[in-house]
Nanobody, 123 residues
């Protein structure tokens, strides 16, 4: 089992930046696919970004503003968010799966989820 804990959320003005971090209970996520999803109230949880051991994928609408990375000896995964917009407001979740089984953009393909961290972007 893998436990994930997100941090780094908060309130930021439009155009600002935040860096989210997800700490894993294992020392390395080298062989895991890791991803970020987000969910606004009343809306479906949507794909943000993911990284397999060999590739990186972003939601088309976010590519160029958000960057996913593995940090601190691969025991954490981060999401750098730049030029934030009010429509980015949501609870952001990190997720992981032990093996490649399907597209990294599919929510139901992930085995482990964090509790989420709130990101609020004011206009």
């Amino acid at each position: 089992q893998v436990q994930l804990v997100e941090s780094g959320g908060g309130l930021v003005q439009a155009g600002g930046s935040l860096r989210l971090s997800c700490a894993a209970s294992r020392r390395t996520l080298r062989y895991y696919t890791v991803g970020w999803f987000r969910q606004a109230p009343g809306k479906e949880r949507e794909f943000v970004a993911a990284q397999t051991p060999g590739s990186t994928t972003y939601a088309d609408s976010l590519k160029g503003r958000f960057t996913i990375s593995r940090d601190n000896g691969e025991n954490t995964v981060s999401l750098q968010m730049n030029d934030l917009k009010p429509e980015d407001t949501a609870v952001y979740y990190c997720a992981a799966r032990a093996a490649i089984r399907s597209s990294s953009t599919i929510r139901s393909s992930y085995d482990y989820w964090g509790q989420g961290t709130q990101v609020t972007v004011s206009s």
